[in-house]
């Protein structure tokens, strides 16, 4: 199995990942890709809740 990232070996500890360096930008990327939108889409208007 290859590092997803860099696509070195993966490292039995840390796969399916090289490093703990490799595993720490996947991470940030599934983090940034679950908030932000991709820059191809107009930003949409957050729901507004209102209280009742
Ligand atoms: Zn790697």
Redesign the pocket.
Known sequence: MK?P????PADAHYRP???K??ADIDLGRWISGSYRIPSDEPEAPEPKRQES
């Open positions: 590092c990232i860099c696509g070195k990942f090289c490093s360096r490799c």
